[in-house]
């Protein structure tokens, strides 16, 4: 079945340095993969996507690039800033899968001042 | 974009009670929510998915008499938590697609349960 596979956390970073989660995934189908972010006793909010091989999501500064060759989907960004603490899910979501988003473990992002 | 709105966003309920969450979609029609339950610190778990005017389809070991998901409208789902116990504190959040495909999905803002 689908799976998605994302490195643990938590992480904790200085304020501007270079962020990076990584996240894999197995996948039946062909899916579309996503970024979500979770700031402190929120819900999720959809924080880029990519729906095809080499496509490339980016919003606020991160990016992700969909490698199919790697099944990856790692999210980057150049300068963390202290209010991108939070916790980042990878997920992705095929009809093969029924339209059902499986989500990673979530890893926690800490950015320090 | 489009927007759910879930209610409540906390609510602290006695064992043996019953509690109702909702959520609507505002400017578009949700044909299909899901409902997922997330537990402190982990990774969000679907426990089913609700069509409307069909009966929900739940996840492996999520009991169906202990979430009651009804799906009476295109606009509003409800998951009711009946005879809560302080096991089942944690946050629920549901999710529908804007389009009904691959495209975005938006989640509600989520439910905090406490059960005393």
């Known amino acids: 079945g689908n799976s998605v596979t994302q490195m643990e956390g938590p992480v904790t970073l200085s304020e501007e340095a270079f962020l990076t989660i990584n996240c894999t995934y197995t996948?039946?189908?062909?899916?579309?993969l996503f970024w979500y972010v979770q700031y402190p006793g929120e819900g999720l909010q959809l924080l880029l996507k990519?729906?095809?091989?080499?496509d490339k999501g980016s919003n606020k500064g991160f990016e992700a690039t969909y490698r199919k060759e790697t099944t990856s989907f790692h999210l980057e960004k150049g300068s963390v800033q202290v209010s991108d603490s939070a916790v980042y899910f990878c997920?992705?979501?095929?009809?093969?899968?029924?339209?059902?988003?499986?989500f990673g473990a979530g890893t926690r992002l800490f950015v320090k001042a | 974009g489009a927007v759910v709105s879930q209610h409540p966003s906390r609510v602290i309920c006695k064992s043996g009670t019953s509690v109702k969450i909702e959520c609507r979609s505002l400017d578009f029609q949700a044909t299909t929510m899901f409902w997922y339950r997330q537990f402190p610190k982990k990774s969000l778990m679907l426990m089913a998915t609700s069509n409307e005017g069909s009966k929900a389809t739940y996840e492996q070991g999520v009991e169906k008499d202990k979430f009651l998901i009804n799906h009476a409208s295109l606009t509003l789902s409800t998951l009711t938590v009946t005879s809560a116990h302080p096991e089942d504190s944690s946050f629920y959040i549901c999710s529908a697609p804007e389009d009904g495909g691959l495209g975005g999905y938006t989640f509600g803002s989520g439910t905090r349960l406490t059960v005393v």
């Open positions: 996948a039946t189908g062909y899916p579309s």
């Open positions: 990519a729906t095809k091989a080499d």
């Open positions: 997920a992705l979501r095929d009809k093969a899968g029924g339209f059902k988003t499986i």
